[in-house]
C-alpha cells in the first residue's frame, strides 16, 4: 500500500508548504495564526470517527501530529465528526486521475487562504488514483502539489484491514492523511528545508527512516497494516521521527 506526493504543480517540486520567495513556507510564517483543514467525502466514503483503542478519539492522531509540527503555536481547525464535514454525493469515477480530484476540489472547496489563515482540502472518495501509468491499486491518499489539495481513496484504506487488530484501518486512515497533510505542509524537504539529510533520494520527499511516519514503506497491505499496529500496540502519539521534527522545529523554534 503506498502513499503518493503529486508533484506537478509544484515548482522545482516544493509543495503545498513552499512560498513564492522560496523562503519559509506560508504555513510557518508568524503571521499564519490558523490553520484550518476542510474535510469533504463522497457519499458512503466518510472518514472513520469516534473512539479508537488505545488513543482516545480517531482525529487525536491526526490533530496531535499537526499540533506537532506546528509546536503547538497554531490555532488548529480539523473536523472530527462526520457532521462537521461535508457530504458532496456520488462521484460516478471509480479511476480518478489529478484533474479528477482538482476539479472536485474547484467544486466543493469552501475554505481558501486568506491573511492570516493557512487552508488544507482533503476528499475522500471510493475508487482508485490513476496517473499517466494506469490505475494504482495501492495507493491510499495523494497530495496535489501546492494546491493544497490531498485525495483520500476509501477503498483501498479498507483493504488494510487487521480483522485480528480491528482498529488498524483506522489508525492507517489517520496515519495517511498525517503523510500527505505533511507533505502539503512542507515535509520532506518539499518546502520545509531539511536540518540534516534524511530524504530517500529514489522516492523523493519521503523520509529515509522507515520507523518515521513520512517514509516510502508500504508496499502492501501488509506493510501498511504492520506500521499502524506498531504505533496502536506501542501507544506511541507522534509518528515522525526525529529528523523530521528537528526540520520543522528549526522554523518554530520547537515546543
Aim: overall charge negative; aromatic content about 8%.
Amino acid at each position: 500500500m503506498r502513499w503518493a506526493l503529486w508533484l506537478g504543480l509544484a515548482a522545482c517540486g516544493s509543495g503545498g508548504g513552499g512560498d513564492d520567495t522560496g523562503g519559509t513556507p506560508t504555513a510557518f510564517d508568524d503571521v499564519t495564526k490558523r490553520v484550518v483543514f476542510e474535510i469533504d467525502y463522497e457519499q458512503g466514503q466518510e472518514p472513520f470517527t469516534g473512539p479508537i483503542l488505545g488513543f482516545g478519539d480517531t482525529f487525536d492522531v491526526m490533530t496531535a501530529n499537526v499540533d506537532r509540527l506546528f509546536a503547538g503555536k497554531k490555532t488548529l481547525v480539523i473536523p472530527r465528526t462526520v457532521g462537521d464535514m461535508e457530504n458532496i454525493g456520488d462521484v460516478p469515477d471509480e479511476e480518478l486521475t489529478s484533474t479528477d480530484i482538482l476539479a472536485i476540489a474547484d467544486a466543493h472547496r469552501g475554505q481558501h487562504d486568506a491573511t492570516g489563515v493557512k487552508t488544507y482540502y482533503i476528499v475522500f472518495v471510493s475508487g482508485k488514483y490513476a496517473d499517466a501509468s494506469g490505475v494504482q491499486d495501492g495507493v491510499l491518499g495523494v497530495s496535489f502539489g501546492n494546491t493544497g489539495v490531498i485525495a483520500m481513496f476509501k477503498d483501498v484504506i479498507r483493504s488494510t484491514n487487521v480483522p485480528a487488530f480491528p482498529n488498524v484501518v483506522r489508525f492507517v486512515e489517520q496515519s495517511t492523511m498525517v503523510h500527505e497533510g505533511a507533505h502539503a505542509i512542507g515535509l520532506v524537504d518539499n518546502g520545509v528545508h531539511m536540518t540534516a539529510q534524511h530524504k530517500d533520494a529514489q522516492h523523493g520527499a519521503h523520509c529515509n527512516n522507515d520507523k518515521c511516519v513520512m517514509f516510502w514503506l508500504n508496499e502492501g497491505a501488509t506493510d501498511a497494516a504492520q506500521f499502524a499496529r506498531m504505533y496502536v500496540v506501542s501507544g506511541n502519539a507522534i509518528l515522525f521521527d526525529t529528523a523530521c521534527l528537528d526540520d520543522v522545529d528549526a522554523l518554530t523554534g520547537g515546543p
